[in-house]
């Protein structure tokens, strides 16, 4: 184990015990003593829950957790010897794992909030995003990336449309020079980038498509592809959880939108001046601009 490693894992566990848990080991159940320490059932199904496991799963998984929480009570004792809880790099990580414990709990607080959605509302759902469900496809997806000069993307895009199969699309690659990785893989709709999959529920199977990088370019090619619908019932768990996540979001959204506007929020040193940092990040945009374009046209091979 690394230092780093060992400083977050006395970090994680100081966190707790400065949060209360001797109180909670001292009120529940234990199922082992590391010297002088308890650890109880509770310790243990937290971590379980955070899982999900089945429940033909959970009394292997119970004990593989009893051994890491003796592994790491046993590990926060021998920090707490060296006295690496009051090293500076231990102190910044217990406040960042506060702040970020803390901050989970605010959205999951403000989350509960949320409505459950009707059956009306996963109706529309399911009829407004037919490639995830009644037109869903399982797609057999071969990616070549490549290195390439700026200049030279025209003449690979046009050598692409050209080709009469992706076979010959290679040849031309490696009787050029070109340094290429090749990779496949089957996935479904819901696997797929959301951004990404409706172009790929327009394309035809050995239809392709090239995407622009930094240096580089993406051919990817619909090698394959099968309908395996599911119905409004099969989806229906999922949508449902869709919609109340994207609701929380919301509802965490706007709440952290009225705290900006009743908060006094002062920039400084270089972050002091945000139009250069607006500039910065809108820079991107005229690329992505151009892949957006390309995935949506697609580029068919001849058969």
């Known amino acids: 184990m690394t230092k780093i490693a060992l400083l977050a894992l006395a970090a994680a566990a100081l966190l707790l015990a400065g949060c209360g848990e001797k109180k909670a080991k001292a009120a529940g159940q234990a199922v082992a003593k590391v ?3 308890e650890i109880t059932i509770h310790q243990i199904n937290a971590i379980l829950q955070q899982r999900g496991l089945r429940p033909e799963q959970v009394d292997g998984a119970s004990r593989q957790v009893l051994e890491r929480l003796i592994d790491q009570e046993l590990a926060v004792e021998k920090a707490m010897d060296l006295k690496l809880d009051r090293e500076p790099r231990v102190l910044q990580l217990l406040e960042s794992a506060k702040r ?3 901050t989970r709990a605010y959205v999951e607080k403000i989350g509960d909030g949320a409505a459950k959605p009707s ?3 996963v109706s529309k759902y399911y009829a407004e995003k037919p490639a995830l469900y009644q037109d869903r496809r399982i797609y057999n997806i071969q990616e070549i990336n490549i290195e390439v000069r700026q200049e030279q993307f025209l003449q690979l895009r046009e050598k692409l449309e050209s080709a009469k199969t992706i076979t010959d699309f290679l040849d031309y690659l490696r009787k050029n020079d070109f340094k290429f990785q090749g ?3 089957m996935r479904a709709a819901e696997q797929l980038p959301a951004q990404s999959l409706e172009a790929f529920a327009k394309m035809k199977d050995g239809q392709a498509m090239m995407i622009p990088g930094q240096n580089s370019a993406q051919v990817v090619v619909l090698a394959g592809s099968r309908v395996q619908p599911l119905s ?3 989806a229906q768990p999922v949508i449902e959880q869709n919609l109340l996540n994207e609701r929380k979001r919301k509802l965490v959204d706007d709440d952290l939108k009225v705290m900006r506007a009743g908060a006094k929020i002062e920039y400084l040193g270089k972050f002091a001046e945000p139009a250069p ?6 820079a991107p945009a005229p690329a992505a601009s151009s892949g957006a374009e390309d995935i949506a046209k697609g580029m068919g091979l001849k058969k």
């Not at 940092?277 to 809108?282: F, I, K, P, T, V």
């Open 277 to 282: 940092a607006a500039a910065s990040a809108a």
């Open 35 to 37: 010297n002088k320490e």
């Open 119 to 121: 059956p009306d509302e």
């Open 183 to 185: 990779t496949q893989a």
């Open 100 to 102: 970020e414990i803390l």
């Open 232 to 234: 409004q019932a099969q």
